[in-house]
């Protein structure tokens, strides 16, 4: 199994930036997907972003064009950068691993989260 670790979420006035951090360890696959899913109370989680090993990026909508996905492979971390953000992106922020993944690209990587194998404990984001 992989473990993940969240951090860097914190509260933020809206227009604010910030960026989430996912240490990985135990990756011992080649290829992989990496992803940030969010829940709200009382919502259904939703997914963020995913990123493939091999560098391609899928972002949802709600947030395309403010949140950038990226990974550090040298430093094992997968990252969130989020810009503009908004009361609407007031969520727990997980990252999630699929192990051996490939071509995980598109939609359905973020809207089937029974394709991930391991999730971190998470991270609040709140935006006022």
């Known amino acids: 199994h992989v473990q993940l670790v969240e951090s860097g979420g914190g509260s933020v006035q809206a227009g604010g930036s910030l960026r989430l951090s996912c240490a990985v360890s135990?990756?011992?696959?080649?290829?992989?997907?990496l992803a940030w899913f969010r829940q709200a109370p009382g919502l259904e989680r939703e997914g963020v972003a995913v990123?493939?090993?091999?560098?391609?990026?899928t972002h949802a909508g709600s947030v395309k064009g403010r949140f950038t996905i990226s990974q550090d492979n040298a430093k094992n971390t997968l990252y969130l950068q989020m810009n503009n953000l908004k009361p609407e992106d007031t969520a727990m922020y997980y990252c999630?691993?699929?192990?051996?993944?490939?071509?995980?690209?598109?939609?359905?990587?973020?809207?089937?989260?029974?394709?991930?194998?391991?999730w971190g404990q998470g991270t609040q984001v709140t935006v006022s």
């Open positions: 999630a691993a699929n192990i051996g993944g490939t071509g995980c690209s598109g939609g359905y990587w973020l809207t089937h989260g029974e394709e991930y194998d391991d």
């Open positions: 135990g990756l011992t696959y080649d290829t992989y997907c």
């Open positions: 990123i493939a090993s091999g560098g391609t990026t």
